[in-house]
Each structure stands twice: as C-alpha cells, then as structure tokens.
C-alpha cells in the first residue's frame, strides 16, 4: 500500500503545543508525576498493559497496573514456550496465577498467542503429518479452551509476515499444514474451543514498514475469503520513533477498512533508533517518541467506537520492558510510559494527550 501523504488534521493541530513544550522541556506537564489520574479513567475502551507473574508479588507494580490499566495479557507465560514441554506435557500454573490476578482485580484477560513462527516447541519435531495435525489441533483446543469465557480475545496467528513484507515466513507450522493452511486452522481451532473470544491475527512493523503493513492486510483478506474466523486485527506498535508523521494513521485508516475490532497490542517506543550518527539530546528524542505516540493514541481514538479493541502497552514502568533486560539494556531506554521509580514519563502526557484530545 502506498505511503499517501495526508494533511495535518484537527488534532496534529492540537498536538503541536504539546511538540513545543517537549522542545522546551521545562514545561510542568512534562515533569515527572507521582500520583497521575488514571490512565484508563475517561478513556472509552480498554487500556491493557503485559504482565509476568513475578511482577504480582511487587506491590508498586500492582499498584500502578490495576490503577492506569483495565486490560492485561500475559507476557510470555501462555506462550507455546512455557506451556508445552518437550515431551508433550502442558503446564498452567503460571497462565493459571496471571488469569486469576486479572478475575481477581477485574481487568480483561486478553491472551497471547497460540501460533508463533518464532516458538516451535521441540514437541512437534519428527511427528508424522496426521500425529501433527491432531497434536496441533490439541494444542489450540487445550489452551484456548482452558480460558474460554474469561479471554476477551486471543492472539491466535503471530508475526506471520516476513520481516522485510515480502511474503510470508515459513516456518515449522507452515511447512507441515501449508502456508495460509496452518493460519487458516489455527482460527477455526480456537473458534471451536472459544467461541466467544475475539481472535486476532497479530503482526509488527505494520506503520514502520508500508510494504509489510500492505502484505499483512493482503494476507487478512485473503485468510478472511478463505473462511478463516478472524475476528481483529492486531499492530504490535513496538513504535520506530524516527517514521515520518502520517504513516501510523495511514496504516491505522488501511485496516480499519475491514471493519474489524483493532488492537494496538503491544506498544512500546525505544529512545534508541537505528541511526548511525545520532547527535540529538535526549528531550529531543522524546520529543520525537512523544509525537509518534500521541498519533497513534489519536488515530486508535479517530477508529469507530466498535473497532476499538483495546489499547496495550507493552509493560508499566521502563525497568519491567523486554528492550530493558539481558543485552539489550542500556541502563537508559525510556520506552514505557513509567520511570523506574514509577512516576510519569513525557510518553505517559503524550498518551493521556492523543486519548483526550
Ligand atoms: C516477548 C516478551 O516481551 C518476552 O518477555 C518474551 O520472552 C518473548 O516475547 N512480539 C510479540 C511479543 O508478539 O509476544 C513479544 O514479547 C515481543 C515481540
């Protein structure tokens, strides 16, 4: 789909002061705050945010998830990777403890994901096309049954789309069911094992890259006249700061067309882009990922009331995001809307400004 040029709407208008004042980087709504309204207070869909169950036992977390937020999914514990064991066995207690804090606090459960090319548990390896099949039909039966009722909607196909758009990615699952094959039974599993909950095909890279946005919305209508029972679109937003203004609501007004529930699932927005030679201060950076943000929050809010899935960040203060652990942490990433010490970031102003505004 062609990167189409838009002209500055009502609300960039309104944005710009708030560009401004990041330029400055003095201004009182910028600073840090402590105890901010709720995040989620006055908005009219779900505000969601990833949780790993080691996080419930901290109670500034808590505090702070069940306050801003109204939706949760599970990070990585109802994963394929932590729920199927090598030899074939399934393990729920920690899937179990994250559905039972959101019950428990009266948040939405959302669930992610059933199919990913990137988790292929061992267990599937050397089965014969039939034992596959029926192994992979369980799997989806087994674990969306298991939430049904208390999942909102599940990610049921993940990053199903090559990194650079072109095509789709073969993997484990596409080469024993076929390419749309294994994406086309995966949703009529999980239709089978929750029929209520809505069932998204989920992607990333979906603004940063029209060329992938593009192939991801060929490959829905595709899947869609195939008969595949996709019930939403997700766009991880895992945000690249540097795109050109326009391109997230273009790519937002692009899948919107189906008339689907769309849910921004995943987003987070990293200081450090790719750049080689980067010489901007850090409030300009900010600046930069507090416009990008508030577009997104804009475009989500622009979408028809019934196509408002939910709005998901990608985890509550900077410490507990995935681009903040093991090699990749700089000690520095500022892409969640809470600082360590769990008051506001400039993205949590830029945020409340896009859902507001
Ligand atoms: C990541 C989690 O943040 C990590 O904790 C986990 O180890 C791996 O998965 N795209 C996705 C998410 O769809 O599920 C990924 O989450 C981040 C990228």
Known sequence: MPDRPTAP?????????????????????????????ALKSG????????????????????HLATTHFSQLTPEWEMKMEYILGNDGSYRFDAPDRLAGFARDHGLRLFATTLVWYAQDSAWFKGLDRARFARE????????????????????????????????????????????????????EQAKMADPEAVLFINDYNLENNPRKGATFLRTVERLLRAGAPIGGIGTQSHLDIEIPAGRTTAFMRDAAAFGLPIHVSELDASLNGER???????????????????????????????????????GVRDTDSWLRRGARDDGQDSPLLFDAAGQTNPMFTALEAGFRS
């Open 43 to 62: 908005v009219p869909f779900p505000v969601g945010t990833c949780a790993m169950t080691g996080q419930l036992a901290d109670p500034r977390w808590v």
């Open 136 to 187: 992979y039909d369980r799997y989806i039966a087994t674990v969306a049954g298991r939430y049904r009722g208390q999942a909102v909607g599940w990610d049921v196909v993940n990053e199903a789309v090559a990194e650079d758009g072109d095509g789709l990615r073969t993997c484990l699952w596409s080469e024993a069911l076929g390419q749309d094959g294994y994406m086309i039974r995966a949703f």
């Open 9 to 37: 709407s009502r609300r960039a208008i309104l944005a710009a002061p708030l560009a401004l004042v990041a330029c400055r980087g003095e201004a009182a709504a910028l600073a840090p705050r402590a105890d901010p309204a």
């Open 276 to 314: 080689r030679l980067d010489v901007r201060s850090r409030t300009q950076k900010l600046a930069q990922q507090q416009a990008r943000v508030t577009e997104l929050a804009q475009a989500f809010s622009d979408l028809p009331a019934a196509q408002r899935f939910a709005f998901t960040v990608w």
